[in-house]
C-alpha cells in the first residue's frame, strides 16, 4: 500500500510529465522492452491509478467500459419494474418476473396451470453486466459459482426479454459464465483454480490496466522519483497503446472487440494476454463467414468489420484508437471529432466528390459516420442497434435498424467455411481446432467435424501434440473405442478434460474401474469442475462403491446446493442404503429446482410404488410423459400398472 506522503509527491513531481492521452507522438515503441509485460509484475488496481490521474479516471468512468460490470442495485440498472416487467418463454413454459426486495434484485421464475402456480424459483441477481447503452444483464453467484439469469433489459427498446443465447434452448439458471466470458465484461476476477466459473474476488468494471497492463513497476518507479518526460521519450514502465504498431493495437481492443470463437494454445488461459503482446501468442480467435456474412454480423464484431474496409486495408496505421479515445464516452464524443479523423485522408475539399444528395447532406450536417457507418441490428443479440464498423460507400440514412428477421437468420445457414483472424498462416491442427469449438459451442452438425477430421489428416504436428484435440474429436463423435485406443498413460495427462474424455469413454463402455482412474485425476486436475466431480460420483455408484459416491455428492452440494443431478443421485444412495424418506426430500428438492427433470421424477416413482402407492406413481408417470412422450424408463413402468 502507498503512503498518502509518497503519492502527494510524486504527483506534484510529474504533474506536468503524466501522460494525455490524447497529445501522445506516433513514436513505435520496442515492445520487447516494456518490463510490465513479465508475468511476475503485478496490478495495482484502479484506484492507485486514480491516485495520480484522476481527470482520466472521471472521465473513464463515465464510458462502456468504466460502467460494464457492477453489483446490482436500483442505481446500476437502467431497467423498468412494475407490474408490466415480466417476460413470457413459450418454447419452455417459463415466466420471468423481475423485482426489487429491501434494496436487492431478484428474478422469479415460475409456471401457470389453468390459472394457478405450479412452480416458482426465486433466485437473487448479485450483479448487473452492461453500461446501459444497449442492454442490463445479470448474474447471479451461489456460492462463488456465477451463472446468467435467463432474461436481459434490452435498454434501446425499453423492453424485457430473454437473454441472448437463451431463445432456442432456455438453460434457466444454468448458464455458467467461465473466464472467456468474464473477462471482457470485467477486469480480470480472482477464479479458483480447477474450476470453470467460481471465484473468490470480482472486481467492477473494466480498469485502466486492461489496456495498460499491470502498472506494478510504473508505481515504483515513479514514487522511486524516476520520472519519464513522455513529451519525449517513451516509458517502458507501462504501455501506451498509442506507441505500439497498428497491428497490436488492434490486438488490444480485439481481445474483446472481436467476438468469436476463442482457441487458447496450449498452456494458456484467458488472464496471460497484455496490452503489447500478439493476441495468436496466447489465443486464435475464429469467425464464421456465411453467404450474407456481409450484411448481417454478431454484436462484438466491431474490428473484423473494420477490418474489412478499403480504409484499413489501404492504410498503414489505421487502428481503432485512431477514431476512439478509450478514456472518454462515445455518448460525449462529438459527431465531428469522427468527421475530422476522415477528413485527415479524405480532405475537406474532396467532400464536394459526396454522392449523397445534397438535401440529405444538409440535414446530416454532412455526417460522415451516418452515411458511411450506419447502425446496424446484429444476428446474436435481439432489440439492439450498433455502429456498423464496415466503411462503406453505400449512402444508408440513419434510420431505426429493427432486429434481424427470422427469414434472414435462416438464410445464415448458408456456412462457407471459418476464418481466423489472429494469424495470416494458420496451421492445419489450428483450423481443426476452430472448427471443433464451432461444433461444441455453437451449431451441432456433422460437416464442421468433417472439417475437424480433414484438418487433422492434413497435420503434421507430432501425435502427442495432436492427442488433446484428436480425443476431443471421437469424444464428440461417441467413437469411444477410439478414445480408448489412443488413450495415454493416466499419469502423463495434465489437461483434465482429456482425463475427463477418456474417463467418459471407459464409463460408456461399462468399464467402471479403469474409468474410476480417469475421473479421479480429472478431478484432481479441476477439483471444482462440478460436473468431472458428479461423473466421478456416477462411477463409484456404478461400481457399489456407495460411500464414496455419497461422499462425492455431498461435496458437489456443499459447493452449490442447487445442483439437480447431484440432488438426485444422492437422493438414489440414501433410498440404496435404505433411507427412502431422505432419498425422496432430495428428490423433491430436484424438482423444486426444475420442474422437468425427468429423472428425478423416475426416481420417486421409485419411492412411491415401494409405498404401493399406484396412484401417485401414475401421476408423477403421466407428468413425465407429458414432458417427453418418448421417455422409454415411463412407458415401461406405465404398462407394469
Known sequence: MFTNNKIVYFCLLSAALLMVYCNQSNRVADTSRFLNLQDSVKYVGIQTCRSCHPEIYESFAETGMGQSFDHASKEESDASYGKHAFVYDEKSNFYYKPFFRDSSMYIMEYRLENGDTIHKRTEKISYIVGSGQHTNSHIID????????????????????????????????????????????????????????????????????????????????????????????????????????????????????????????????????????????????????????????IMASQADRLRLSNCFTMSEDLSCITCHNPHHSVKSTSENQYNKTCQKCHEEKNLALCSAPMVDREKEKDNCVSCHMPPSGSIDIPHVRITDHYISKTNVKNEKI?????????????????????????????????????????????????????????????????LKTLIHYHFTKENYTKIIELAPNVETIK???????????????????????????????????????????????????????????????????????????????????????????????????????????MNKVAVVLLRKDKSSAKKLINRVLKINPKNQQAQDVLKTL
Open 142 to 297: 451461489v456460492n462463488g459459482y456465477i451463472f446468467q439469469a435467463p432474461i436481459t433489459y434490452y435498454t434501446q427498446d425499453g423492453r424485457w426479454d430473454i437473454a441472448p443465447g437463451f431463445e432456442d434452448e432456455n438453460l434457466r439458471f444454468e448458464r455458467l459464465l467461465t473466464t472467456e466470458c468474464i473477462t471482457c465484461h470485467n477486469q480480470y476476477p480472482t477464479p479458483i483454480e480447477g474450476s470453470l466459473n467460481k471465484y473468490v474476488e470480482m472486481p467492477k468494471g473494466i480498469e485502466c490496466e486492461r489496456c495498460h497492463g499491470p502498472g506494478e513497476i510504473h508505481v515504483k518507479e515513479k514514487l522511486a522519483g524516476n520520472i519519464i518526460d513522455t513529451s519525449k521519450y517513451i516509458d517502458y514502465t507501462i504501455v501506451n497503446p498509442r506507441h505500439l504498431t497498428p497491428d497490436l493495437q488492434m490486438d488490444v481492443c480485439q481481445r474483446c472487440h472481436l467476438q468469436g470463437l476463442a482457441v487458447l494454445e496450449d498452456g494458456k488461459n484467458f488472464f496471460d494476454f497484455k496490452p503489447g503482446m500478439k493476441l495468436s501468442d496466447v489465443m486464435n480467435i475464429f469467425l464464421p463467414r456465411y453467404s450474407n456474412s456481409h450484411e448481417n454480423f
Open 402 to 466: 429493427e432486429a434481424v428477421s427470422d427469414d434472414v437468420k435462416k438464410e445464415i445457414a448458408q456456412f462457407l467455411g471459418l476464418e481466423i483472424l489472429t494469424k495470416k498462416t494458420p496451421t492445419p491442427l489450428d483450423m481443426a481446432k476452430g472448427y471443433i469449438a464451432m461444433h461444441d459451442k455453437y451449431v451441432q452438425e456433422e460437416q464442421l467435424l468433417d472439417s475437424v477430421q480433414y484438418y487433422l489428416d492434413l497435420s503434421k504436428e507430432p501425435k502427442e501434440k495432436q
Open 495 to 601: 489437461d483434465g478434460w482429456t482425463a475427463y474424455r477418456i474417463g467418459e469413454a471407459y464409463f460408456q463402455k461399462r468399464e467402471f474401474q479403469r474409468a474410476l482412474l480417469y475421473l479421479k485425476k480429472a478431478v484432481k486436475l479441476s477439483k471444482y469442475n462440478l460436473e468431472f466431480q458428479e461423473k466421478l460420483g456416477s462411477t463409484y455408484v456404478n461400481l457399489q462403491y456407495f460411500p464414496q459416491a455419497k461422499k462425492v455428492f455431498e461435496f458437489v452440494l456443499e459447493e452449490n446446493p442447487k445442483r439437480t443431478v447431484a440432488l438426485s443421485n444422492l437422493g438414489y444412495i440414501y433410498v440404496l442404503m435404505r433411507q427412502v424418506d431422505k432419498g425422496e426430500a432430495l428428490y423433491d428438492k430436484a424438482i423444486a429446482l426444475d420442474p422437468d427433470y425427468e429423472q428425478a421424477m
